[in-house]
């Protein structure tokens, strides 16, 4: 990015391309990731007002080589981002990660975890329109995480989207075709966009003992990977058969269960029996609820004891991007037991 157009700075921000719509072009098959990000970038950023252009940080592009639709992400992308960014981030004051808007979610939940501690911004952000589209959400979302981005008092993974700042870990898609697309349902918002000015709310963000040191870990994801987590949705008529298949995989090293309400399951003896028995087995098994909005209270109703008799943990109020991202995480590194299942209940990083 140029002088005229970007605040002067020795540091500029780092922004890392990693593909979806923001960056995406028409193909004769339906939008695909486009290249040449940079010069995009900054011919979008160019077509905005003096006053706007002036308040911009300056930054330098990281383009992955093989930008994705971030519908094909796996954990193995959560990995390899977390680690560009581990290695980066000492030469910037913040990075802003480009992303898909469909996994987003997911990988800001995991770069929470990889990236534990972290004393500045990463900002990840993309948009529902490609940057060129008429009335497209990409450069306002751009200039929104670029510049909550150069905020110190920001020192942990936010989204930002939709004039909205949100906390990585707690966030979900909500809607499908709305600019205004990420909700936190169970956590206020970070900071928001006010007249053309990014606010953050610092009494929101991890306080400073609840965030540490700068303490990242990296672990291999690789094995996870393949088939290593599962989430399980309940319906009314689930059968012990069905939730057995899942759990009998012998790759399965723990599983995600979203379950009714308050943290209530079927009392069928030979459900909670599969439960147990994977449990039994080191299978790291935790429950959230299918309701959006508030949290589980395992045991409250008899129609949860079963889960709790079964070894599995709440994952209270978590999102279920952060609850299974967390999963991967813990499993991935050689843990005992007993460690890994207080770890899943403790509060890493603001995501219970
Ligand atoms: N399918 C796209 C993606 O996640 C959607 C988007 O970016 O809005 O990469």
Request: proline share 7%.
């Amino acid at each position: 990015m140029t002088q005229d157009t970007a605040l002067s700075s020795p540091h500029p921000l780092l922004v890392i391309y990693t593909g979806g719509t923001l960056g995406m072009v028409e193909s004769g098959s339906g939008l695909v990731p486009g290249g040449d990000i940079e010069a995009r970038l900054a011919r979008a950023l160019g077509a905005l007002s003096a006053e706007r252009r002036a308040a911009l940080p300056e930054f330098e592009v990281l383009a992955f080589p093989d930008p994705i639709d971030s519908s094909a992400a796996t954990p193995r992308e959560w990995q390899r981002l977390a680690a560009e960014i581990a290695e980066r981030h000492r030469d910037h004051p913040g990075v802003v990660v480009l992303h898909g808007t469909d996994t987003l979610a997911w990988t800001a939940s995991s770069l929470a975890y990889q990236l534990q501690g972290v004393d500045r911004p990463v900002v990840v952000t993309g948009a529902m329109q490609p940057l060129e589209a008429d009335g497209s959400d990409a450069t306002d979302n751009l200039e929104l995480a670029l510049r909550f981005a150069v905020d110190p008092a920001l020192q942990e993974v936010a989204i930002a989207f939709g004039g909205k700042l949100l906390r990585g870990v707690r966030a979900r898609k909500w809607l499908s075709r709305d600019a205004d697309a990420f909700a936190s349902p169970n956590y206020p918002l970070l900071g928001e966009r006010i007249g053309m000015d990014p606010i953050l709310y610092p009494e929101q963000g991890l306080a400073r003992q609840q965030r540490g040191a700068p303490r990242f870990e990296l672990p291999d994801y690789g094995p996870l990977a393949e088939g290593g987590v599962a989430r399980i949705v309940l319906w009314p008529g689930i059968t012990a058969r069905q939730v057995a298949a899942w759990l009998h995989d012998p790759a399965l090293k723990g599983a995600l269960l979203e379950v009714w309400g308050g943290g209530n399951v079927p009392e069928d003896p030979e459900l909670l029996g599969v439960l147990a028995e994977a449990s039994g087995q080191g299978k790291l098994l935790v429950a959230i609820s299918q309701c959006p909005h508030g949290g589980i209270d395992i045991g409250h109703y008899a129609a949860g004891q079963g889960l709790h008799t079964a070894g599995v943990l709440s994952a209270d109020d978590m999102t279920p991007e952060a609850a299974l991202t967390k999963l991967v995480h813990l499993l991935a590194q050689p843990l005992a037991d007993d460690e890994r299942r207080q770890r899943f209940l403790a509060r890493l990083v603001g995501e219970r």
